[in-house]
């Protein structure tokens, strides 16, 4: 169990444990279609392997033919060369050829990888508490699953593709060397391609705490920019644009050093790269020509070698860059993988079954609850909320209000007592059941940057154009939706920016309308906006909420005078509760806080007293 106080933490892994991640993926159980395309791949691969090397043995013999060398015959000059010519052309296409077949074949293998676990990462995200995505910054999130994905892809096209080939290839190579010549063409080969693979694998492992700096800033800086362009308005209204452009620009030098630093070691690697094979290539050459001088050897077998060591070293030149692009994605696939192994704070119980409503009666039974165990939130509240009937919480800032709906809807666990639901523990009941039970207008209601059809819809996926708009209709904004250019289909902007508040609320209530839950949640839904409106919405509110089962959670006391009953929420605990009548003549707490907003509405301007959300019951 995940420790309150703190967030989870992803645990650290290896490259190894990221690639045993990946395998099975890439051989799908039950998948026997991809599993043949793996297969075919792998044989593609192989015979395209093997149709290259013996590219520059048809070339040696060529070049014999050609230059009278070996036991050549001068009848066969004219035939021979022409057939070895054509030969050659032959095992370059064919090389070719099933290079592109293997990755045509495979193509479908590695988007299958890639989709699933791209899924598998954002429906785990979604499973994640709340607590884990307060404490995450959106934007490096995003950033480590985009680049998770598009890592995947790259190692798999070089590492399956490039790495293993290339290896394959130069096993065959130094065999063929023994073979035709000696062991010491073989043994050069194998020094120089071992000690040039070491000595990258080396340096890169080196350089990989710079490239890890850079992930790290780049997420950072990417972040800052994206929290900075999303609360755009507060940066107007408080003239900090410096400000935020003073903190990008912190992020943007921290990155611009390790980059520096990345690219200054970069330049070491090539350069030992570059001269163990020139090396390497020195020797085999000597070797080849001291050969043809003592007559042991042809022209074709001197080019021969160098025809085999340019063909192997230029996928070796590219090792490097090869090695250094599957080091970066197994770091940004294992940065995706370590948020695969954050453990669900929330978890649905083994056996756990459909919440099963009868009437809806919600109960707080003895809850306590806290988000840090340093600081405890509720402090043993108990009530009730009958079916049918509304109950309203209020309380000062900080009291607890909001805290009941996060733990209604199971956001958070409690830590002790129970929260019921026509008496069944919200956690025995599978959580889908039990959201699918509940509906929620919030202060501040947050829309998809989509069009209001969608927002709406968002509350039945797949509900049909004309409950859409009966929706909206209870929600009084159908007329207000008509009026506009694109009606239906107007863009509400990032988080709904382009509408009033007021014109949010009314999306909001529509969605939960349509959506037709069992139990209803208002969580201050009008105390940002203005009366006017308030009053608006409040009826709105009135017409939704009439025999369900509601919970309030209110500001302006005004609007909860008819709830069957108020609870008075102080310091975690229940300091009062009763009907509006009977707090105000208790002279308590209530009573209080119901002067104040009166004296504060009469020092402003003469409104008029909105009218209650709810009717009696």
Same mark, same amino acid.
């Given at each position: 169990?995940?420790?309150?106080? =703190? ?109 699933? %676990? ?26 480590? /699953? ?20 290339? %290896? ?25 391609? =071992? ?72 330049? /070491?690697?090539? /350069? ?153 523990? /919200? ?117 939704? =909420?009439?025999?369900?089962?509601? %919970? ?66």
């Amino acid at each position: 169990m995940l420790d309150a106080s =703190s967030p989870a933490v992803p645990r650290r892994r290896g490259s190894l444990a990221t690639l045993g991640t990946l395998a099975p993926y890439l051989w799908p159980p039950g998948e026997w279609g991809l599993r043949f395309r793996v297969i075919l791949a792998v044989c593609c691969l192989v015979v395209a392997k093997i149709a290259n090397v013996f590219v520059p043995i048809l070339y040696k013999r060529a070049v014999d033919a050609l230059g009278g060398g070996g036991n050549a015959t001068t009848a066969a000059l004219v035939a021979v060369p022409l057939s070895l010519i054509l030969a050659y052309g032959s095992a370059r296409v064919l090389s070719l050829i099933f290079s592109e077949l293997r990755d045509a074949v495979f193509a479908r293998v590695a988007q299958r990888a890639i989709r699933t %676990l791209g899924l598998e990462v954002f429906r785990h995200l979604h499973a994640l508490s709340l607590r884990f995505h307060l404490a995450r910054q959106t934007g490096g999130l995003t950033r480590s /699953i985009e680049r998770g994905t598009k890592g995947i892809e790259t190692l798999l096209q070089y590492m399956l593709f490039n790495i293993l080939p290339t %290896l394959f290839e130069i096993g065959l190579v130094c065999v063929i060397l023994w073979r035709l010549f000696d062991w010491r063409f073989a043994l050069a080969t194998f020094v120089t391609v =071992s000690l040039y693979m070491a000595y990258t694998l080396v340096i890169t492992e080196w350089r990989t705490k710079y490239r890890r700096q850079m992930n790290e800033v780049d997420s950072e800086a990417n972040t800052k920019a994206i929290d900075s362009l999303l609360n755009y308005e507060t940066v107007k209204y408080f003239g900090n644009e410096e400000h935020e452009a003073a903190r990008f620009d912190g992020a943007l030098k921290r990155y611009e050093r390790a980059a520096v630093k990345s690219q200054v070691s970069l330049s /070491i690697l090539n /350069i030992g790269q570059a001269a163990i094979i020139s090396v390497g290539l020195t020797v085999v050459m000597y070797l080849a020509g001291a050969g043809i001088v003592a007559h042991r050897m042809t022209l074709g077998d001197f080019v021969l070698v160098n025809t085999y060591l340019v063909q192997l070293y230029q996928p070796l030149n590219f090792f490097g860059f090869i090695y250094r692009e599957i080091k970066q994605a197994l770091i940004d696939m294992e940065r995706m993988f370590e948020l695969m192994s954050v453990e669900r704070e929330i978890a649905d119980r083994p056996g756990a079954e459909p919440l099963a409503i009868a009437g809806a009666t919600l109960e707080f039974r003895n809850v306590r609850f806290g988000y840090d165990p340093r600081r405890e939130i509720l402090k043993g509240v108990s009530f009730v909320v009958p079916a049918g009937h509304t109950v309203a919480v209020v309380g000062s800032s900080g009291a607890g209000k909001s805290t009941l709906s996060r733990l209604l809807f199971r956001f958070y666990d409690i830590d002790e007592g129970q929260i019921l639901i026509d008496g069944q523990d /919200i956690r025995d009941v599978t959580q889908k059941s039990l959201r699918a039970a509940l509906g929620i207008v919030p202060q501040d209601t947050v829309l998809f940057n989509d069009t209001i059809t969608y927002n709406i819809a968002y509350g039945h996926p797949g509900a049909g154009t004309a409950e859409i708009e009966q929706a909206a209709r209870m929600a009084h904004i159908h007329d207000f939706i008509l009026a506009m250019p694109d009606q239906y289909k107007t863009i509400v902007g990032e988080r709904g920016l382009k509408l009033s508040g007021g014109e949010k609320q009314r999306v909001a209530i529509a969605r939960t309308i349509l959506k037709d839950p069992a139990i209803l949640l208002f969580d201050e839904a009008t105390s940002a906006l203005d009366t006017n409106t308030e009053r608006e919405i409040q009826a709105n509110l009135r017409e939704v =909420s009439r025999g369900r089962t509601t %919970l309030v959670i209110a500001h302006r006391l005004s609007t909860i005078i008819d709830a069957d009953e108020i609870i008075v929420l102080e310091a975690g605990r229940i300091a009062e509760r009763g009907r509006h009548h009977e707090l105000i003549a208790a002279q308590g707490r209530y009573a209080e806080m119901w002067r104040k907003q009166q004296e504060a509405a009469e020092a402003g301007q003469p409104i008029e007293v909105p009218p209650p959300f709810f009717q009696p019951a």
